[in-house]
């Protein structure tokens, strides 16, 4: 056991005057790409797909003696980036791994040291017919990606979780057989140092980050990201930021000490893309953060000094969901010299939990439409962002526990519109504020629950379609009980509006999850006249009745 140790923390200690990097060379024009396509890998045995036809891999799955996994082989990596080709995504983002354990050929940390790791530090065999056993037996999957990519004339990335936290509760317990989601995210940089983590007990979210004060946990990042720079023919590099979103104990960290660490990782990524790039290639860099500006300063995130320390590309997220919002048109001006991404998920909405407790994947959720892509990437454009990005996109697939369908194929052809500012200005539009995870801000709207007399507001950013609004809409509120007799009201920029029996879907929707009944819903008729550009405001106000809570808000403007 201990030369793993030994060699990590040489490996970890050693000078880093080569990752200190001069000032940044100077950037070319912005990226040129409107779509970006982001893939989380995992996917290729989480999911059932055209490459991947056998039963699901559920994460939490308990290890068996035997461990036998869903097979996995390099010809699911193609498929997911043959499924892209010709869609019109431009950018193929290739998550490898969960960010401590590398699927690729590492020096920093080989695949044998981890099956060494495993089996001295746990009492783990690996297990077979997985992501473990192919990455054991000399697989690359970034090897495959980048070369299939190039074949697909894709530009290829590689999108590196920088705090990711999924599966390390599976530390916990007596040695014995771990499945594969443990031996993808079980390393000895976080396992064997308690005390570089923000919290103490890691069968908590919230406890389980990585301290990025420590300079150990950055470094090695570092290292990973020269590698992987050195050894693949990429197009661009993205540090992702929301997995997970929580890099410093903010009491004992001011925002000057944050930011400056930050901005010190920024210019040492920035530095790596330069001197790995071939000759005359721009490297493009990507950032992966919240589309909240309040949600930086804890993060220590300085988009400006960023920008100006090499950043190319900001991939504005709302974490695991399509969402509209956010400060798109604040971050716009922060960095007009930046390439600016809105990213949009599978989902609009969480449910209630439907499969095993404590596990992933285990809840219901509501699936995004084309007409609300469409309209999220229209709002963006007019805020004057660049393109948009696409996140989970897979998952509209079978995959999880639980009745969480029905499942369908995701809906690639809206890939051939969202690039095109004029095409999603001329779509019907559907507005949106559904049920999320406080994840990428502090503090949603909804869900909300309303007692009689209460008044609760919500925010719409609306951009007009080309032509304006000429055709009345529809508001809309969604409660996951009956509403029954209770008695509402609702103002849109200050004037009354009048309720309407029609509580129907405003278009056709293929996805039926958590959509409710009619009796579900309360819906007012809107002016065409009413809504403006910009910043709209919704108050809804329950005059009679018993408590009930809300937990979707639409508003189609046809």
Request: net charge neutral; charged share 20%.
């Amino acid at each position: 056991m201990k030369p793993i140790f030994t060699f990590l923390a040489a490996l970890l200690l050693a000078p880093l005057a080569a990752l200190h990097a001069a000032d940044p060379k100077p950037a070319p024009a912005k990226a040129p790409f409107r779509v970006l396509y982001s893939d989380d890998t995992t996917h290729t045995l989480v999911c059932v797909s055209p490459y991947h036809k056998g039963k699901p891999l559920e994460l939490e799955a308990p290890a068996t003696a035997e461990g036998r996994t869903p097979p996995f082989g390099p010809q699911m990596i193609e498929g997911a980036v043959d499924e892209t080709a010709g869609t019109g995504i431009e950018v193929h983002m290739l998550q490898p791994g969960f960010g401590y354990v590398p699927w690729w050929k590492s020096r920093v940390y080989p695949f044998s040291d981890h099956m060494k790791f495993m089996q001295e530090r746990f009492g783990s065999p690996m297990p077979k017919g997985g992501w473990a056993e192919y990455m054991a037996t000399g697989g690359d999957m970034v090897g495959v990606f980048t070369k299939r990519c190039r074949e697909k004339k894709l530009a290829p990335f590689v999108s590196l979780r920088m705090n990711d936290c999924h599966g390390h509760e599976m530390l916990l317990g007596p040695k014995g057989p771990r499945n594969e989601t443990a031996w993808a995210t079980l390393a000895p940089l976080h396992v064997e140092h308690p005390e570089w983590r923000l919290g103490s007990d890691v069968s908590k979210w919230s406890d389980r980050h990585l301290n990025w004060n420590v300079p150990q946990v950055r470094e090695y990042k570092l290292r990973l990201i020269e590698e992987i720079c050195r050894q693949y023919p990429l197009a661009g590099f993205e540090l992702d930021f929301m997995r997970f979103p929580k890099f410093f104990d903010v009491k004992e960290t001011t925002r000057e000490q944050r930011v400056a660490i930050m901005r010190e990782f920024i210019g040492q990524v920035r530095g790596i893309l330069d001197r790995t790039a071939p000759s005359g290639q721009r490297r493009w860099l990507c950032v992966r953060v919240p589309a909240f500006l309040a949600s930086h300063d804890a993060m220590g995130i300085d988009l400006a000094a960023w920008v100006r320390a090499g950043v190319d590309m900001v991939n504005l997220s709302y974490f695991y969901f399509a969402a509209q919002g956010g400060d798109l048109a604040a971050i716009r001006a922060l960095v007009p010299d930046a390439a600016v991404y809105v990213e949009m998920c599978h989902t609009t909405r969480v449910g209630p939990v439907v499969g095993a407790k404590g596990g992933y994947d285990n809840f219901s959720y509501r699936r995004t439409t084309p007409a609300q892509f469409y309209t999220t990437a229209h709002v963006a454009y007019a805020r004057g962002l660049d393109g948009v990005s696409a996140f989970n996109f897979v998952y509209y697939r079978e995959h999880g526990t639980g009745e969480r369908g029905p499942f369908c194929e995701p809906p690639f052809e809206v890939f051939k519109h969202l690039g095109d500012r004029a095409w999603v200005a001329r779509q019907p539009q559907h507005y949106f504020v559904g049920e999320v995870w406080s994840v990428a801000a502090a503090v949603h709207p909804l869900p909300k629950t309303f007692r009689t007399g209460d008044t609760h507001r919500v925010t719409l950013d609306m951009a007009p379609p080309s032509g304006g609004w000429t055709k009345p809409g529809r508001l809309r509120i969604q409660s996951p009980e009956d509403l029954g007799n209770r008695r509402w009201s609702c103002r849109f920029n200050g004037q009354e509006l009048a309720e309407t029996p029609d509580r129907s879907e405003p278009y056709a929707n293929p996805y039926p999850a958590l959509l409710g009944g009619l009796e579900h819903h309360r819906a007012w008729l809107m002016p065409p006249g009413l809504p403006k550009d910009g910043a709209n405001q919704i108050e809804l106000s329950l005059q009679e009745g018993s408590p009930a809570k809300i937990v979707f808000l639409d508003l189609a403007m046809p």
